[in-house]
C-alpha cells in the first residue's frame, strides 16, 4: 500500500516561475522548460505544463511522463546523452512527439537520424570554459562527455551543412558561480550559430539556419527576496 504524503507549496512554485519568465521572458518566442528530474511526480508536471511551460526530459521515461503530463510535442525538450535509435524513431513517428527539439550529444548520433525529422534537431556544443562549478557538475572541461568541444569548429560546421540541425545547445555546468564566463559561452555559440548561417547561405542552402540556441540551466539556488538575484544578474549580463 501506498502510504506516502507528499505536501507541495503551489504559490511558492509559481512564484519561481514567474520570476523565471520576468527575468529572461522579454523574447516573445521563449520556451521555459522545465527539468523533469527535479520533481517528476504527475501532478506536479500537469501544473507546469498548464501555467504555459516546457518539460526538459533527460531520458525517454521522461518523454513518457510529459506526454502524460499533456506536453505538446514543441514544448518538450529531449537531450538525453544515450538515445536509442528506436527512441529517435519515437521522437520521429510518434504524433503527439511532432515538434519536440531533440538535442544530439555528439555528430556520430546525427547518423542515426532520419533525413526529413517530425522533430526540431539541436546540436550540443561544448564551450570547453570554467564556469566555476563543482567538479561533480562539471560538463564543459576538455574531458567531458557532454557535447561536441567547439575547437572541432570545422565538423561541426560540416555537420550543420549535412544534417537537419537548426538549434544550437549548450550548458556550461550546474552551481554555477562565475556568470560572466556562462554568459560568455552563451554569446560564443551565438556567434557560432550566426557563421554557420552564414556558411549555410554561401553553399546554396537558403532552406534551413539555426534558429535558436537552448542556453541550458544550471544558476545556483537563490532566495528571490533579495534584489540582487542570479537570475537577474544572468539576464543583465546576457544583455
Known amino acids: ?109 546525427l547518423t542515426r537520424f532520419p533525413k526529413k525529422p517530425n522533430f526540431v534537431v539541436g546540436l550540443r556544443v561544448n564551450p570547453l570554459v570554467d564556469t566555476g562549478t563543482p567538479d ?32 544550437l545547445h549548450v550548458h556550461s555546468g550546474t552551481a554555477m558561480k562565475d556568470l560572466s564566463v556562462a554568459v560568455g559561452a552563451i554569446a560564443s555559440i551565438v556567434n557560432f550559430a550566426i557563421e554557420a548561417n552564414a556558411i549555410l547561405l554561401a553553399n546554396g542552402i537558403k532552406d534551413r539556419k539555426i534558429v535558436g540556441v537552448d542556453i541550458g540551466g544550471g544558476l545556483r539556488p537563490e532566495i528571490l527576496d533579495d534584489d540582487d538575484n542570479i537570475q537577474n544578474k544572468k539576464k543583465s549580463n546576457m544583455q
Open 136 to 167: 561533480l557538475f562539471q560538463v564543459s572541461g576538455d574531458e567531458s562527455k557532454f557535447g561536441t568541444p567547439i575547437v572541432d569548429k570545422l565538423s561541426i560546421m560540416k555537420a550543420i551543412q549535412k544534417y537537419p540541425v537548426t538549434q
Open 1 to 109: 500500500e501506498d502510504t506516502s504524503v507528499i505536501f507541495h507549496s503551489w504559490t511558492n512554485h509559481r512564484k519561481y516561475l514567474k520570476h523565471l519568465k520576468e527575468a529572461f521572458g522579454s523574447h516573445p518566442n521563449a520556451l521555459h522548460a522545465v527539468a523533469v528530474k527535479t520533481n517528476p511526480h504527475p501532478a506536479i508536471l500537469r501544473q507546469l505544463v498548464e501555467w504555459g511551460f516546457g518539460l526538459e526530459c533527460a531520458s525517454m521515461e521522461e518523454v513518457y511522463l510529459a506526454m502524460g503530463a499533456q506536453c505538446p510535442g514543441p514544448k518538450i525538450v529531449f537531450d538525453s546523452p544515450v538515445k536509442t535509435t528506436r527512441e529517435i524513431m519515437v521522437c520521429h513517428e510518434h504524433p503527439k512527439l511532432h515538434g519536440i527539439l531533440v538535442n544530439v550529444n555528439s555528430l556520430d548520433e
